[in-house]
């Protein structure tokens, strides 16, 4: 497949599987070393949905999609998602960085991470209640970050966010789920927005950023790629009044 940079300017292609792609598509998805708020990734029909025919993600991707993954995923230290993705999509742990899973129940029945058994490179983040649940049903070896409980049991994003970062992985990429994804985007805590639109549609499904109403955010669009067979690549980057310095009362249960 090949990739043609249209915005800001058009651009030469970049064909998937040369020995240059990863590189090329690395220095279009760097960030600025200051740039405010984390990366959110996401993929989603035409329609608007996370979820293809097979009831996941992966029957949106296309190579093409899955080279811009691993640029993203490369120029990252580590990739957070809710343990509801964990569960229902299971993720293979990423070649070049960390990945850590969101969770205040400590439930990870069904979960497959490949061959994982490295304890650095699978993290959790919950709280402490949670780790004995953890330890039962994620069998592959991780490394538990234990949280500040809420008043009301659940886990505040900011904090996640600082642990992450305190433990040395300040390049942080979230791929959802889209409950995980909109309450970042809800607790100003996203710089940018990474939408790869898949060309297709679904007749619905679920939500790339759930169903609940929310604000209104000004998007940038910073770069858009699109490759031979339709599909779009934009990074979005939100407009600096949506990205607050804390927001403690944004959680998620997961």
């Given amino acids: ?6 915005h800001p300017e058009p651009g030469e292609p970049i064909t998937v599987g040369e020995p ?4 090329r598509l690395r ?13 959110v990734n996401l993929v989603a029909s ?20 899955r080279a811009v993954l691993g640029a993203i995923r490369a120029e990252s230290d580590v990739v957070l ?16 960085a960390r990945l850590a899973a969101l969770t205040a129940s400590g439930d990870f029945r069904g979960s497959q991470t490949g061959d994982a058994d490295d304890p650095d490179r699978l993290w959790v983040l919950g709280p402490e209640r949670a780790r004995d649940r953890t330890a039962e049903t994620l069998t592959a070896p991780h490394r538990f970050l234990a949280l500040p409980e809420t008043a009301d049991g659940r886990v505040d ?13 300040p390049a942080i990429v979230c791929e959802g789920g889209p409950s995980l994804a909109a309450a970042l985007v809800d607790a ?21 950023l759930g169903a609940a109403a929310r604000p209104s955010v000004p998007l940038e669009l910073a770069s858009l790629l699109v490759d ?9 980057l939100l407009s600096p009044g949506s990205q607050l310095r804390i927001a403690s009362s944004q959680r998620v249960r997961s």
């Fill in 27 to 39: 220095e279009r998805y760097r960030r600025a070393p200051d740039a405010a708020g984390i990366r």
């Fill in 1 to 6: 497949m090949i990739l043609t940079p249209v």
């Fill in 20 to 23: 240059d792609t990863r590189e």
């Fill in 228 to 236: 031979d067979a339709g599909g779009l690549y934009a990074r979005w």
């Fill in 188 to 208: 100003g805590l996203v710089g940018e927005l990474c939408l790869s639109t898949s060309p297709r549609l679904t007749g619905g499904g679920l939500p790339v």
């Fill in 157 to 169: 994003l900011a904090t996640a966010l600082t642990a992450l970062a305190e433990a040395g992985s």
């Fill in 46 to 65: 035409v329609d608007g949905s996370a979820r293809g025919d097979d009831g996941t993600s992966e029957s949106l991707s296309s190579r093409a999609d």
């Fill in 81 to 96: 998602v809710g343990a509801a993705s964990l569960r229902a999509e299971g993720y293979l742990l990423p070649r070049t």
